[in-house]
């Protein structure tokens, strides 16, 4: 199609688009994209840009217009597209095999279709779990604060971003949250930050009792309340306080999973042993809808029975987990991530990118802190370095929009957590160079300079 103006008015009059007030709309029109090629994308008006957050919300890892991704996709759909996961399927049973053998400890791979699934999965575990073998104790799941866990009722049960979760409750009982772990905000002016954090967590189970307290979920880098790398001595104390109270310990890596952050998960970079990881995002690039709830033997186990108890098995059914697609892309998203060599070169470049942020923060005041994890990386703007009063909202979503008008695509924490949405997020592809990388900067610069002068 040359004209793609019918396509253009068929989305402006029946789509409803996410994460979009649409009263724009009205007069203007919205951005079509119609091919993507490694780091590029063109919409429909024939742009092109470069894509510094992987699809828009971290997805595309391997990047744009992988064949043999499609191929792998188009030959399982012929010979087999779909069975209940109630049976197995070939790309189901290899891709749990070779999942299981990137995450050493954990055991058995439970598949649905989005990561806010995969995460309500989890919570559906635990509260069976406190059924069976605590008679109805632990239940509460702890969340923290400025963490995302999903869109569902009950994953936004367990926002930590008060915005996202606004005018959808009331959200049910027993999801408590804990204190962040931004030592860029302190909450507490002590030398250990990592360690105080996390004590902080210890004091909210205690003051819920440690006998009601069933899990804690955690990203291991917080993504959209704006890129949050834990405190050095923060991770080595959760679990500490975790195995303590025989509280499970539930990972999501929704956002970092799969390469992300320069190794096959986040929660692999600080030693972490986790009972439930969870992934979605990056496990196939979006070639194919799939995501992962992990578990180790002994979660699976507490689900075995000798039939004595006829409703003692997980009952729980994604329809979509019987997809035969997303194994199928999965397969080959991690081969490529392999031969490729892309976690090397995720933190060879996540370097680049945090070094070319932290040179602009000598050049621009309005940056108050750089932080990030292999190619996921955050640049905090204030308005005043020494207060750190957050910069203006609208003047960062105007920085946003001056480096697509540049042709290049970046994010920004957006209504998610009040009064610090605040935060430049890049999320560019593993396959980035350094060319990449120092034209996502340069708009970044040229942005900032035009915005706040």
């Known amino acids: 199609m040359n004209d793609l103006s019918p396509v253009i008015a068929a989305d402006k009059a029946h789509v409803w688009h996410h994460l979009s007030q649409h009263k724009q709309y009205e007069t203007i029109d919205p951005r079509v994209f119609v091919e993507g090629k490694g780091m590029r994308l063109w919409d429909a008006t024939g742009r092109e840009f470069l894509d510094g957050v992987s699809?828009?919300?971290?997805?595309?890892?391997?990047?744009?217009?992988r064949?043999?991704?499609?191929?792998?996709?188009?030959?399982?759909?012929?010979?087999?597209?779909?069975?209940?996961?109630?049976?197995?399927?070939?790309?189901?049973?290899?891709?749990?095999?070779?999942?299981?053998?990137?995450?050493?400890?954990?055991?058995?791979?439970?598949?649905?279709?989005?990561?806010?699934?995969?995460?309500?999965?989890?919570?559906?575990?635990?509260?069976?779990?406190?059924?069976?073998?605590?008679?109805?104790?632990?239940w509460k799941i702890l969340y923290?604060?400025?963490?995302?866990?999903?869109?569902?009722?009950?994953?936004?049960?367990?926002?930590?971003?008060?915005?996202?979760?606004?005018?959808?409750?009331?959200?049910?009982?027993?999801?408590?949250?804990v204190p962040h772990c931004l030592e860029y905000r302190k909450q507490w002016d002590v030398e250990n930050y990592g360690e105080r954090a996390a004590d902080a967590i210890e004091e909210v189970i205690l003051r819920e009792d440690p006998d009601t307290i069933g899990a804690l979920v955690l990203e291991p880098v917080t993504a959209g309340g704006g890129v949050?790398?834990?405190?050095?001595?923060?991770?080595?104390?959760?679990?500490?306080?975790?195995?303590?109270?025989?509280?499970?310990?539930?990972?999501?890596?929704?956002?970092?999973?799969?390469?992300?952050?320069g190794m096959w998960f986040g929660y692999q970079q600080y030693g972490i042993e986790p009972d439930f990881v969870t992934m979605a995002k990056g496990v196939a690039s979006g070639y194919a809808a799939i995501s992962c709830t992990v578990t180790t033997e002994r979660v699976f186990d507490m689900f075995k029975d000798d039939a004595s108890d006829p409703m003692g098995y997980f009952r729980d059914i994604s329809t979509f987990g019987g997809c035969t697609s997303g194994p199928a892309a999965a397969i080959e998203n991690m081969r490529i991530?392999?031969?490729?060599?892309?976690?090397?070169?995720?933190?060879?470049?996540?370097?680049?990118?945090?070094?070319?942020?932290?040179?602009?923060?000598?050049?621009h005041r309005i940056i108050g802190d750089v932080r990030?994890?292999?190619?996921?990386?955050?640049?905090?703007?204030?308005?005043?370095?020494?207060?750190?009063?957050?910069?203006?909202?609208?003047?960062?979503?105007?920085?946003?929009?001056?480096?697509?008008?540049?042709?290049?695509?970046i994010g920004a924490t957006n209504r998610s957590v009040p009064g610090f949405n605040n935060t430049l997020c890049l999320s560019p592809a593993l396959i980035s160079t350094e060319s990449d990388i120092d034209a996502l900067t340069d708009a970044i610069d040229g942005a900032l300079t035009r915005v706040f002068g």
């Not at 991530?337 to 060879?348: M, V």
């Open 144 to 177: 923290r604060d400025r963490d995302y866990h999903g869109t569902t009722i009950g994953t936004l049960a367990t926002s930590g971003q008060d915005q996202r979760a606004m005018q959808y409750g009331p959200y049910p009982d027993g999801f408590v949250r």
């Open 337 to 363: 991530i392999e031969e490729e060599g892309l976690l090397d070169n995720c933190t060879r470049m996540g370097a680049r990118l945090v070094g070319n942020l932290n040179a602009l923060m000598e050049r």
């Open 67 to 138: 064949e043999s991704i499609a191929n792998a996709v188009r030959d399982q759909l012929l010979k087999l597209n779909y069975y209940a996961g109630a049976a197995g399927t070939v790309p189901g049973a290899i891709f749990a095999q070779q999942l299981i053998e990137k995450m050493p400890g954990m055991s058995r791979v439970y598949y649905s279709n989005s990561g806010s699934e995969a995460n309500e999965k989890v919570y559906k575990m635990v509260r069976q779990i406190a059924a069976r073998h605590y008679g109805g104790k632990k």
């Open 55 to 65: 699809g828009g919300v971290w997805t595309v890892n391997v990047g744009y217009g």
């Open 372 to 409: 990030g994890k292999g190619l996921f990386c955050g640049a905090e703007l204030v308005a005043d370095r020494a207060t750190k009063e957050p910069a203006d909202e609208k003047k960062v979503q105007a920085v946003v929009a001056d480096c697509m008008a540049q042709g290049v695509i």
């Open 228 to 261: 949050i790398t834990p405190p050095e001595g923060y991770w080595q104390r959760v679990q500490e306080i975790c195995r303590k109270y025989d509280i499970l310990l539930h990972i999501d890596e929704v956002v970092c999973g799969v390469g992300r952050t």
